[in-house]
């Protein structure tokens, strides 16, 4: 398959020097950066981290000197600049740098050709840079990102898509769901809820099935009563694991929800989630000395 041909510009003025190594490595694994160019004032003394970078990486810089207070001249020198490599055809794609929304414009332009959410949406493919490289070690696999998409709405989008496809008599490959979710939501990503896999995000909804043949995997949705048995097993192996003294009710259920997306007591025949532990076997409640319900093992 023929490498395609990117631009990557750079607003320097929004985005730290420390991210340009894992920018360049997460562009390549798209294609070929054809253009590489940074845009900011190289006199002011905020642009010196950069600068040790610039030759290092042969990133080009362009000159825009602060000639007014407030609005920088950076924003249209890198529109104006994008548009000329667009009508030029010389490139696939463009990958824009920045966390200004003033940018939204453009990518959504450059789309009809070829850090709020609208300018997201915008782009056909949104990387957060705490994503790339090192990062964001110390967030322990927690979404802390107010903008992330709730994984429900991932997981019920996979599942109208295995739907879809199964009502079409298709099966459903994991890569083509993958790329469905990105058309879907283009700041989808699965580093965004610790993963760094698609499928170790599928597997842990603990709703889908994958089948791996010759390096395809291929998704199903698993069946009801399989999945209710599943997701009882997992409640004992919690309470299990909390020791005599059990577990809190309201700590249990956060474990569930937190692992199950998509989990309602209503589909086990439950109108509370204390009456659907009750219903395990071997799971008894009682009561603490602060009268908190507390569930244990018989």
């Not at 789309?111 to 056909?124: I, L, N, Q, Y």
């Not at 840079?129 to 709730?150: A, R, V």
């Not at 309602?264 to 409640?285: A, R, T, W």
């Amino acid at each position: 398959m023929e490498n395609k041909h990117f631009a990557l510009l750079i607003d320097a003025d929004n985005i730290s020097a420390k991210y340009i190594g894992d920018i360049l490595e997460e562009l390549s694994t798209y294609g070929i950066t054809t253009y590489k160019r940074i845009y900011g004032d190289w006199t002011s003394t905020q642009a010196t981290k950069w600068k040790g970078e610039l030759l290092e990486n042969s990133v080009i810089p362009v000159q825009q000197f602060s000639n007014t207070v407030g609005k920088n001249a950076t924003d249209s020198t890198l529109i104006i600049d994008a548009m000329d490599i667009l009508y030029t055809g010389n490139v696939d794609g463009f990958c824009i740098v920045s966390s200004d929304s003033d940018f939204t414009r453009l990518a959504s332009r450059l789309r009809e050709e070829k850090t709020p959410r609208s300018f997201r949406v915008a782009c056909t493919r949104f990387v957060n840079l705490e994503n790339l490289g090192n990062q964001d070690e110390d967030k322990d696999g927690k979404e802390s990102k107010d903008n992330t998409i709730s994984r429900e709405v991932i997981y019920n989008a996979i599942t109208n898509i295995i739907n879809e496809n199964e009502n079409k008599g298709k099966s459903v490959e994991l890569a083509s769901v993958g790329n469905r979710l990105v058309n879907m939501y283009p700041d989808f990503d699965v580093r965004n809820y610790g993963y760094s896999l698609l499928s170790k995000f599928v597997e842990d909804a603990g709703l889908f099935l994958l089948e791996k043949r010759q390096n395809v995997i291929t998704i199903y949705l698993k069946d009801n009563k399989q999945s209710q048995e599943e997701i009882r097993n997992y409640v004992k192996e919690i309470v299990e694991k909390s020791g005599k003294k059990g577990i809190g009710i309201s700590e249990l259920s956060n474990h569930v929800y937190n692992k199950y997306a998509n989990f309602n007591v209503k589909d086990f025949g439950y109108s509370q989630f204390s009456k659907f532990v009750q219903g395990i076997e071997n799971v008894e409640l009682y009561q603490d000395k602060s009268d908190r319900k507390r569930a244990r093992l018989k």
